[in-house]
């Protein structure tokens, strides 16, 4: 798989869920990730996205290690989802 089509994978992922950001790991030594900017609220219109091909990173760079030794072949099928984080509750 190359890195358009693990974009467009992640691209389309993130659109129909309600993830903060979402991973395609390619390879061991390339991964695709996008984010939201912001949380997007009922009213708007437009969405900011970051997007990063490249070298996992620090949080990733596990998981593609306990890929490799679980023998799981790569590109790696299921999209990786991170959720916005909660909010704590005040006392």
């Known amino acids: ?10 691209t389309a992922a993130l659109l129909a869920g309600n993830a ?6 390619v390879s061991p030594k390339l991964v695709v990730s996008i984010c939201r900017r912001f949380k997007p609220k009922a009213r708007e219109r437009r969405q900011d996205f970051v997007v990063k091909i ?5 949080k990733e760079a ?6 490799v030794a679980a023998g799981e072949p790569f590109p790696v099928r299921q999209v990786q989802f ?4 909660v909010k704590r509750k005040l006392k």
């Open 62 to 67: 596990p998981f593609v290690k306990a890929c």
């Open 82 to 85: 991170y959720p916005w984080p």
């Open 20 to 25: 903060r950001k979402t991973v395609v790991y």
């Open 54 to 58: 490249g070298a996992p990173n620090y």
């Open 1 to 10: 798989m190359e890195a358009t089509k693990a974009l467009a994978k992640a």
